[in-house]
Each structure stands twice: as structure tokens, then as C-alpha cells.
């Protein structure tokens, strides 16, 4: 997407935003709401440091780092132009090294259409699948398996990034112990070799329970990466009650 990028001027403007929507993550605040008046060619955003975060040379700083990447974001992602933006920065956005992952199997893309021959009834295979990405003080790990139906690995994928720096693991072992009479996970314990042939371990233990449902997998006319329209939801609903036992068996370990 081409556009030029129009700051706010008026004081009116700010105030306004502010209470707007707002999203936020470890670097920024973002406002966002519809003004009037306001061009739906351009992209109407503003970007703000405030004083804690340093004097004007490193608020000027941050500032540039922000419209740096959004010139650069806007030429890739998709903006909706009737709205305008306000991003406030936080003293973190001024760090050079960021350690985290992503899941680029998401939003909007060309999966293809259906096709219009009739076909056979779609039979999903059977396997095993088991990814985790962990965010630490000083790193993030991201690892995941897949297993046939019979519980033979097919591939497996371990990598660390520490300092902007990413070290691939070889060799991923995993031993998983499950909660009794359940298939949730109580605890998975992984090692795996470093590259100077160096042994790693780790545990990882569910502080919470995530009920993949829905999600857009499989579903005929809502399935995840086609375009519905601006303003366009739906919902999927999970019975509670199938995992009731194990919330009871939860509050008995604790």
C-alpha cells in the first residue's frame, strides 16, 4: 500500500484518540479511532515520546525509529485509512536487540479457492502435533513436533534466541507426562544438543488451559486467511463441561 503519512495537528486530535481504541505490547500504546474530516487517502498517525523517556535528542530518537517503521510496515500490511493512529512510545522501543517469535500462519493471504469439482470426503490424517513458544527474562525458545499416527517423529524443530542471535538445537528429544484419564499435557520435559555437542534440558509445566476451538481450521465458509469484509465476525462455542474433571483434578495438585 502507497500512501503518504499525515500527522495529527490539533490539540482536539490527541484528545480524541485517547479515548479511542487502544492495543498495547512491551514497546508502544496504540490509539486508534475515526475523526472527522480526516482524509481516507492518507494515512493520518502521529507519534509521541514523552519526556520521562529522555531528553529531546533520544525522544527525537525514538520518534524517527517509529515513523522508520511504519513507512516501512505500510508497504506490507494492510491499514484501514478511514481511521487516524496515535503511538505512544515506551523507553523499551529503544532497544536493539528483541527476542521473541512469531506465527506467520495467520491473517489474510491467497490460500486458494475451493474447488468446484466434486470431490471425495475430505479424511484428515491422524497426528501428533506439539509446539511451544516460551518468552524468558534473557531468551525465547520455540520448539514443535510432528509424529505420524503411530507416534513415529516426522520432524522436529528447536531454536533459542538470545541477544538478536538465534542457535538452533539438534537432535530434540521430549518426554511428556499427561494428567490422568485426559490428553492435556502436565508436564514435558525436552533435551537436546547445542552446537558444540553441549547437553540442554528443559520442563515446561501449563500455567494455563487454552481451548483450541474454532480458530478458522477446517470450518466452511469462515476458515482462517480469506477476507470477510471490513467489520465482519463470527464465533465458535466450546462445551466447558468436557474439561470439568480436570479442573477438579487441577485444584486437587495445587
Not at 490527541?14 to 512491551?26: T, Y
Not at 509521541?48 to 520518534?63: D, F, M, P, S
Not at 515513523?67 to 536493539?96: F, G, P, Q
Request: aromatic residues 10%.
Amino acid at each position: 500500500m502507497k500512501s503518504k503519512i499525515t500527522s495529527l495537528s490539533k490539540n482536539a486530535e490527541f484528545k480524541s484518540l485517547l479515548s479511542g481504541k487502544k492495543i498495547s505490547n512491551k514497546y508502544s500504546s496504540i490509539y486508534f479511532k475515526r475523526l472527522n474530516g480526516k482524509s481516507s487517502n492518507r494515512l493520518n498517525i502521529s507519534f509521541v515520546a514523552k519526556k520521562k523517556l529522555g531528553n529531546a535528542v533520544i525522544r527525537n530518537k525514538i520518534k524517527r525509529r517509529l515513523r522508520h517503521i511504519m513507512r516501512d510496515a505500510i508497504n506490507k500490511i494492510s491499514l484501514n485509512l478511514n481511521y487516524s493512529y496515535l503511538i505512544i512510545a515506551k523507553n523499551t522501543v529503544l532497544k536493539d536487540e528483541y527476542n521473541g517469535s512469531r506465527d506467520r500462519s495467520w491473517g489474510v493471504r491467497p490460500v486458494g479457492l475451493p474447488d468446484s469439482q466434486m470431490l471425495p470426503p475430505l479424511q484428515i490424517p491422524q497426528f501428533y502435533w506439539l509446539w511451544a513458544p516460551a518468552n524468558f527474562d534473557n531468551c525465547t525458545s520455540h520448539l514443535y513436533f510432528v509424529d505420524d499416527l503411530l507416534g513415529n517423529p516426522t520432524h522436529s524443530h528447536c531454536v533459542i534466541q538470545k541477544n538478536a542471535k538465534a542457535n538452533i538445537l539438534n537432535n530434540l528429544k521430549k518426554e511428556i507426562l499427561y494428567r490422568e484419564g485426559t490428553r492435556r499435557i502436565k508436564e514435558a520435559k525436552f533435551t537436546a544438543e547445542k552446537q558444540d555437542g553441549s547437553e540442554i534440558s528443559w520442563i515446561l509445566k501449563p500455567k494455563y488451559h487454552i481451548y483450541m476451538c474454532g480458530l478458522g481450521y477446517m470450518h466452511p465458509e469462515w476458515g482462517h486467511g480469506h477476507f470477510k469484509g471490513e467489520n465482519q465476525s463470527t464465533y465458535d462455542s466450546y462445551d466447558l463441561n468436557e474439561d470439568c474433571l480436570l479442573y477438579t483434578s487441577d485444584a486437587a495438585d495445587e
